[in-house]
C-alpha cells in the first residue's frame, strides 16, 4: 500500500524501509508511527523480503517523537497508556520480525530515533551519526521504548547508565568503540555498505536466517547455557531436513554459489 512517511523499495529480496519527514528530520508523528507499525507487522507474513534495511531521508535517522504535535499525554490514563503502547510496541515488532534488520544510521537518532536503531539487528553508521536517550532532556525517564533493555545487552551497565542518566549524545566514532555499532563510514557511503551488509546476510538460506535471528533473540534472555544449546540443537535438526540444505552442502563441495529456494 501507499503510504506517506514512508518509502518501501524492494532489490529483489532486500527490502528499504526509509523514514520520510525529513523535514522534521523523521521525527515520530502519529501517522509514522500508524504506518510504520502496518509495514512491521506484516513483516512475518511476508516470504519475498528476507533482510530489511531501516534509514531515514534527509540529513537525520529519526529525531525521536514529534513534540509539536498534540499528545495524549493531557488526557486521561487510558489513552495515554495507549498511545505510549502503540509506540512501544514498534520495537516489539522489530523484534518478532522473523527478517534481520539492518539500521543505516546517519544525523539525529533521538529519543524513539534511538530506539529503533537499537532495536535493530544490526547497526551501521554514517559519520554524522549523533545518538541520545532524549526523553530524560525533556522531564521523562530515560528508560522508555525498550532502550534499558536494548543498550545495556549493547554496550554493558556502565555505559548504558552514563547515556540514560545525562541523556548525553554519543557520536559514531565512540559508538563504534563501545561495540553500539558495527562499523562507521563516510554518510556517502552508508547506503553501500548497508546494502553490502544485507548482501553478505542474503547469501545464507532464508531458514537459517530466520532461525538464527530466533535463537539469538531468546539467548540474551536464556537462564541456561543448557536451554540456549537446546534451542540451538532443535534449530539444527529442522534446517538439516530442508532441500536448502542440502542444496548448500552441494554447492559447497562444487565450489559455487548456493541457490536457496526457502525450501
Known amino acids: 500500500m501507499p503510504y506517506e512517511t514512508l518509502e518501501v523499495a524492494r532489490e529483489g529480496h532486500l527490502a528499504w524501509l526509509t523514514l520520510r519527514r525529513p523535514e522534521a528530520l523523521n521525527a515520530m508523528n502519529a501517522q509514522l508511527v500508524t504506518e510504520l507499525r502496518d509495514v512491521l507487522a506484516g513483516l512475518p507474513d511476508d516470504r519475498e523480503t528476507r533482510v530489511l534495511v531501516l534509514r531515514g531521508a534527509g540529513r537525520a535517522f529519526c529525531a525521536g517523537l514529534d513534540l509539536k504535535e498534540p499528545s495524549a499525554a493531557g488526557g486521561s490514563v487510558q489513552d495515554g497508556l495507549r498511545a505510549q503502547r502503540r509506540i512501544s510496541e514498534l520495537v516489539l515488532l522489530m523484534r518478532r520480525a522473523p527478517q534481520p534488520i539492518v539500521a543505516a544510521v546517519h544525523g539525529a537518532a533521538c529519543g524513539g530515533g534511538f530506539a529503533l536503531a537499537l532495536a535493530a539487528d544490526v547497526r551501521i553508521a554514517g559519520e554524522s551519526a549523533r545518538m541520545n536517550a532524549a526523553f ?73 536466517l530466520r532461525l538464527t535471528k530466533e535463537c539469538l533473540r531468546h539467548a540474551l534472555d536464556a537462564g541456561s547455557l543448557e536451554a540456549v544449546v537446546a534451542m540451538e540443537d532443535r534449530n539444527q535438526i529442522l534446517a538439516v531436513q530442508t532441500g536448502d540444505f542440502r542444496e548448500g552442502v552441494t554447492a559447497f563441495l562444487a565450489r559455487r554459489v548456493p541457490e536457496y529456494r526457502d525450501a
Not at 556502565?158 to 562499523?183: K, Q
Open 136 to 208: 530524560i532532556r525533556i522531564g521523562l525517564s530515560a528508560c522508555d521504548v525498550g532502550v534499558s533493555y536494548f543498550l545495556p545487552r549493547l554496550v554493558g551497565a556502565s555505559v548504558a547508565s552514563e547515556l540514560l542518566l545525562t541523556g548525553n549524545f554519543i557520536d559514531a566514532a565512540r559508538a563504534e568503540r563501545v561495540g553500539l555499532v558495527s562499523r562507521v563510514v563516510p554518510d556517502a557511503e552508508l547506503e553501500a555498505a548497508a546494502r553490502a551488509m544485507a548482501g553478505d546476510m542474503l547469501r545464507n538460506s532464508p531458514l537459517g
